[in-house]
């Protein structure tokens, strides 16, 4: 069960470190509205991973049943997609318009990262490569909670992080912090590969 909660926290630290548009909303909205509300941004999105997390993991458990006779091939499938979506986040530029953000900031945040479906893709690929995970109802809960532990506390410095610049990230931020995520959802992938 510990070794499920660190996994969690790998793949919730994996997926929550990009700066992507969602990053760059929280930063901007850190900056313009203060830590509160860059805090219920950063919660939105990372209740969006715990649900996304959630229902990948229960899907995958079910799938992984009746699919196991193809795991090893489903492995490889996760195993590719979780390298697509390293090298997709090494080449993707953050690009977002400079508009505020009105209404309930939570919510919103909630909702625009729901929208996002490599998060999707990327969840399900983990609980078809990680299916003694999915299976275990201690060990699916550790993930989980893990997932939500990891997104929350970077989101949270984030909206720290936003409501102490007074300028925008630099590009080279951006490039190393899409870097670091891209080495751990590869090290999450190679985890996959070996079994």
């Given at each position: 069960m510990p070794a499920a909660f660190l996994i969690g926290v790998a793949a919730g630290y994996a997926i929550a470190i990009p700066i992507g548009p969602i990053a760059i909303l929280i930063l901007r909205t850190g900056m313009r509205n203060g830590?509160?509300?860059?805090?219920?941004?950063?919660?939105?999105?990372?209740?969006?991973d715990l649900v996304y997390a959630s229902v990948a993991m229960l899907f995958g458990a079910a799938a992984g049943r009746v699919l196991e006779p193809f795991l090893p091939a489903a492995r490889i499938a996760a195993v590719v997609v979780?390298?697509?979506?390293?090298?997709?986040?090494?080449?993707?530029?953050?690009?977002?318009?400079?508009?505020?953000?009105?209404?309930?900031?939570?919510?919103?945040?909630?909702?625009?990262t729901l929208m996002n479906p490599p998060t999707v893709w990327y969840f399900v690929s983990l609980s078809v490569g990680l299916p003694a995970i999915s299976r275990d109802v201690a060990?699916?809960?550790?993930?989980?909670?893990?997932?939500?532990?990891?997104?929350?506390?970077?989101?949270?410095?984030?909206?720290?992080?936003?409501?102490?610049?007074?300028?925008?990230?630099?590009?080279?931020?951006?490039?190393?912090?899409?870097?670091?995520?891209?080495?751990?959802i590869l090290g999450l992938a190679a985890r996959i590969a070996v079994g």
């Open positions: 830590v509160r509300a860059a805090a219920l941004a950063g919660a939105g999105t990372a209740t969006a979780l390298a697509w979506i390293a090298i997709r986040t090494l080449t993707q530029a953050a690009r977002l318009e400079d508009r505020e953000i009105r209404g309930p900031t939570y919510l919103i945040f909630l909702m625009l060990s699916l809960a550790a993930f989980i909670g893990g997932v939500f532990l990891a997104s929350l506390s970077w989101q949270t410095l984030l909206a720290v992080a936003g409501a102490t610049l007074k300028d925008r990230l630099s590009p080279r931020v951006q490039r190393v912090t899409a870097v670091v995520s891209a080495v751990i």
